[in-house]
């Protein structure tokens, strides 16, 4: 009999129980306030790339001659040492030229005769003593030792190697007495009071260089040393193997420190395109590509980007970033596509991205 007693009593209190916690699951749970997660937004600002460009030229005098003679023949004289500064038009190296002398004087014969005879004609008064063609003929024949006169003029001043411009002579291994051809090379001369280098420029920094435009080279035999070279002018192409075109400098060398054939290096910066500017914490990489979080209308979303240009620790890009909008910098692994955000009035803001609904309706700000 006790022991009934304890069991009906036992029961009626799993009873009780049970259909207490049958009450409490038909009530709704209680809605708990979510977590705030903290961010740091970034202003977009906008700012110039700049391209680095770096290149090595080799330099050529403003003018350069290999010289050979136009003839054959025997060298009687070398008038120049390795070295030497010449003018135009001074003899480098003569010929033996006894023969065209010779045929100089012969057509210069030719033509006094001829002249002669056109003045014996006309001293005749008579007239129809000489006949019209006579005195055609006598003319024409003048005309034919004139010409004979050139052609033995010309051959003669082949006899003679002359400078075609002002410079410096180079070394030369002829001797008189040497025996030359039209292939032979003689010397060479060169024009170096001014140097051309040539640089080969990116393709992406064309239209950015102009005639005028002066750089800072370095030449490779003095590093320490550096000269101004003067851009002349710009290739009219781009080559399609290098993605490159040349830049043609000039570079005063009027006190002859430098020799053509040394190499230069050069460097500098030119000014590209503005682009927008965020750190480069801010930037996401997706399966799609790199983004970063914009807040637009209190919301965070998506920016597909391009990476441009990286540069202490910001970021060079391309994409939908207006100057002055905001983006996430720090906190990027705590939001998604549109989490509310409180942007807050402060100068520096720091808005409060909610994961979810909050019990006041909007995330809280902190400063």
């Given amino acids: 009999m006790f022991n009934n007693s304890i069991r009906i009593a036992a029961l009626t209190a799993a009873l009780i129980v049970g259909a207490c916690q049958g009450e409490d699951a038909n009530e709704p749970p209680q809605q708990r306030a979510p977590q705030a997660v903290n961010i740091v937004p970034h202003e977009v600002g906008y700012e110039t790339d700049t391209v680095r460009v770096e290149a090595v030229g080799t330099a050529r005098a403003r ?3 290999t010289i050979q003679a136009e003839v054959a023949g025997e060298v009687v004289a070398v008038n120049f040492t390795a070295g030497d ?13 006894r023969a065209e002398q010779l045929a100089v004087e012969q057509a210069e014969v030719a033509r006094a005769d001829a002249q002669r005879l056109i003045d014996r004609y006309n001293r005749v008064s008579t007239p129809g003593v000489i006949a019209g063609n006579e005195l ?7 005309d034919a030792a004139e010409i004979d006169l050139r052609i033995a003029r010309d051959a003669l001043d082949d006899r003679t190697i002359r400078a075609p411009f002002s410079g410096h002579v180079g070394l030369t291994n002829i001797d008189p007495g040497a025996r030359i051809s039209p292939d032979t090379v003689l010397t060479r001369l060169d024009d170096r ?4 280098v040539d640089f080969p420029v990116p ?5 950015r260089i102009g005639a005028g435009d002066i750089f800072q080279v370095e030449p490779f035999s003095n590093p320490d040393a550096t000269y101004e070279a003067e851009v002349l002018t710009v290739d009219s192409s781009i080559d399609t193997q290098t993605r490159a075109y040349t830049v043609r400098t000039a570079i005063d060398n009027s006190e002859d420190q430098l020799r053509p054939g040394m190499s230069f290096r050069i460097g500098f910066e030119l000014p590209g395109q503005q682009y927008p500017s965020v750190p480069e914490a801010s930037i996401v990489w997706g399966g799609d590509g790199a983004f970063v979080w914009g807040v637009k209308d209190g919301e965070t979303a998506r920016v597909p980007v ?11 890009v391309r994409g939908d970033l207006p100057e002055g909008s905001w983006i ?8 998604r596509q549109g989490t509310p955000v409180d942007m807050p009035v402060s100068r520096s803001p720091r808005p409060i991205a909610n994961d979810g609904p909050t019990t006041g309706g909007q995330a809280a700000a902190q400063p």
Avoid: P
Wanted: hydrophobic share 45%; no cysteine; charged share 30%.
């Fill in 85 to 97: 500064k010449v003018s135009r038009g001074d003899v480098l190296i003569r010929l033996e030229s």
């Fill in 328 to 335: 996430v910098e720090e906190g990027v692994q705590k939001v």
């Fill in 136 to 142: 055609d003929r006598a003319e024409a024949a003048y």
């Fill in 306 to 316: 391009t990476i441009v240009n990286r540069m202490d620790g910001m970021v060079l």
């Fill in 193 to 196: 009071d001014v140097l051309y």
């Fill in 63 to 65: 003018a350069s001659a």
């Fill in 203 to 207: 393709e992406q920094t064309f239209g």
